[in-house]
């Protein structure tokens, strides 16, 4: 089992930014691929964006060029810096965590991630 436990979401402006935090327990770190997911009412759960050991990111189109995902390896955290952020950005963001698998590839479909944190509320205003 893998615990995950995000924090730092809030209410922000557009153009604003904000930093999310993703704790890990249970298992290695480094044995999962960590996603970052979001959902605003009524939509689907959308990925955001991955990293797999060794430092290799896959991003979502729409927030190219203003998130970045990281990783703490020794913190057993992964975060998820939002900078320019816009009204559509507001939706419950969540932590996940996939089994790596051996191989390179970082997924992106919601059932390919085993273990899930509670969510964070992110809530840009224009």
């Known amino acids: 089992q893998v615990q995950l436990v995000e924090s730092g979401g809030g209410l922000v402006q557009a153009g604003g930014s904000l930093r999310l935090s993703c704790a890990a327990s249970g298992r290695t770190f480094s044995n999962y691929v960590m996603g970052w997911f979001r959902q605003a009412p009524g939509k689907e759960r959308e990925f955001v964006q991955g990293?797999?050991?060794?430092?290799?990111?896959r991003t979502a189109s729409s927030v190219r060029g203003r998130f970045t995902i990281s990783d703490d390896n020794a913190k057993n955290t992964v975060y998820l810096q939002m900078n320019s952020l816009k009204p559509e950005d507001t939706a419950v963001y969540y932590c996940?965590?996939?089994?790596?698998?051996?191989?390179?590839?970082?997924?992106?479909?919601?059932?390919?991630?085993?273990?899930w944190g509670q969510g964070t509320q992110v809530t840009v205003s224009s």
């Open positions: 990293i797999r050991s060794g430092g290799s990111t």
């Open positions: 996940a965590a996939a089994p790596s698998k051996g191989s390179v590839y970082i997924p992106a479909r919601v059932n390919d991630f085993d273990y």
